[in-house]
């Protein structure tokens, strides 16, 4: 549940004039790609019916998604890229037609970068459910309608079934690597214990074995945030005008998530008690610097994210335990025997390190022992997006190991060990 986009995932700031007139104008009821927009650097792909766990059916699902780098010939070459809650396909490149924003990795992913792409061919879908291209609530129902309010409950492991048909339907047969960070590190965790024969390496990133009954409760006050908003119309508001959508709704979930998303030291450090203006919050009509930092990115949320997939993530988030039905997440955990990284950040208050701490000792194949790679980071959760020199280097240690490495097998004792960046 992180920012996942480069131009928010920089150190917190104060707002400025310019930025505050940026978001003159009613934005749309949602701000979510549809047919028609421009395309920008997405691909998409059909990967037919989805039925969910639930037994509701996505009768022709589709995938949008972005590539960088080139398959080689033997296709052994690919890595999987998994996005976080608000993120998508744009790893990397320019905002511009189609794209809100820079890309969300870009120090990480690119020529000469951990994930070079004069190496690998790096391949990172929107999640099903999301609002970036592929098949979510404001897409078309077959009805020719939007799903709205109708799309089905999905799990973290439905939204992992479209992702190994999206891989089929790429022809990859196996990635060479499946990296994931917060909610996509859930995926990964899934891909990890479901699919470990369609991987050589795997990469946890921020992320909790489970969903905590502390984290579902955070999540309720912000889905309850938007469901209350008059203008939700209970997911159904696309027909409505610019400015009537349930903006005030997801704003406010936004502001909630982003103290999760920093640690107290990072947004003390930077604003303390400051003002925004000369005016005094005191009594004299100004405002806390914070109060208008959380207020700017939360309006400018509302502009290129849906309600509804929103909505449909978060519920998606609250689903995840990796040993439902597996007789515990140790037990779970045990199945991933691919090299596998596990990065914590001590300041995360949003998946705290404990939860990196549970998966590194059971994993058996965890590159490093029985504990996570630890990176410390002032910036919390979102530390995994700022700190792209520590994220780098710990993933290029992983790619460095051979791809038919297992553990258990010869040489498997000598990749395992602690480091901290």
């Known amino acids: 549940m992180d920012w996942q986009t480069h131009e928010d995932s920089a150190p917190s700031h104060f707002i400025t004039d310019a930025q505050i007139r940026s978001l003159i104008g009613k934005p749309a009821p949602s701000g979510a790609w549809r047919d028609g ?15 969910t766990e639930n037994g509701e059916s996505i009768p022709h699902a589709r995938i949008a998604y972005e590539t960088f780098g080139t398959l080689n010939a033997e296709g052994s070459n690919a890595i999987l890229v998994l996005h976080a ?14 794209h809100h924003t820079d890309g969300w990795w870009q120090e990480v992913v690119g020529a000469g970068s951990a994930l070079n792409t004069d190496e690998w061919c790096v391949i990172a879908p929107n999640m099903l459910g999301g609002c970036q291209g592929s098949t979510g609530p404001a897409s078309l129902h077959p009805d020719g309608t939007e799903w709205a309010g109708r799309f089905p409950y999905l799990t973290v492991r439905d939204q992992v079934a479209a992702q190994v048909a999206f891989m089929r339907a790429l022809g990859i047969r196996r990635w060479a690597a499946v990296i994931g960070g917060s909610m996509g590190g859930m995926h990964a965790l899934e891909w990890g214990v479901q699919h470990g024969d369609l991987l050589d390496r795997l990469a946890v990133i921020a992320s909790p074995p489970v969903t905590t009954a502390d984290q579902i409760g955070v999540n309720l006050v912000q889905l309850e945030a938007i469901r209350s908003d008059p203008a939700f119309h209970g997911g ?20 909630m998530a982003l103290l999760n998303y920093r640690s107290h030291t990072e947004l003390n ?17 100004g405002r806390f610097a914070v109060e208008s930092y959380l207020d700017f990115h939360g309006n400018k949320f509302t ?24 007789g515990g997440a140790a037990d779970a955990l045990s199945a991933i025997a691919a090299p596998t990284l596990v990065i914590g950040i001590p300041s995360d208050r949003l998946f705290p390190f404990e939860g990196q701490e549970i998966i590194a000792r059971h994993v058996p194949g965890n590159i ?12 919390g959760h979102d530390g995994f997006l700022i700190e792209s020199d520590a994220v780098g280097a710990q993933l290029r240690r992983l790619l460095a190991i051979p791809a038919l490495l297992r553990a258990g097998a010869p040489g498997g004792p000598d990749i395992r060990q602690n480091r901290a960046v």
């Open 37 to 51: 927009d421009p395309v920008g650097q997405r691909s998409f792909v059909d990967i037919g019916e989805i039925v």
């Open 85 to 98: 809650l608000t993120g998508d396909s744009h790893l990397s490149g320019q905002a511009g037609p189609g």
């Open 236 to 255: 159904n508001y696309y027909d409505a005008g610019d400015g009537n959508g349930p903006h005030h709704g997801l704003a406010l979930a936004r502001r």
């Open 269 to 285: 450090e930077r604003f303390g008690r400051s003002w925004q203006s000369s005016l005094s919050p005191l009594g004299g009509g």
């Open 303 to 326: 502009r290129r994210f849906d309600a509804n997939s929103y909505v449909t993530l978060v519920q998606a988030m609250n689903s995840h335990d990796i040993g439902r039905g597996r």
């Open 368 to 379: 490093d022992g029985n504990v996570p790679a630890v990176i410390h980071s002032k910036f």
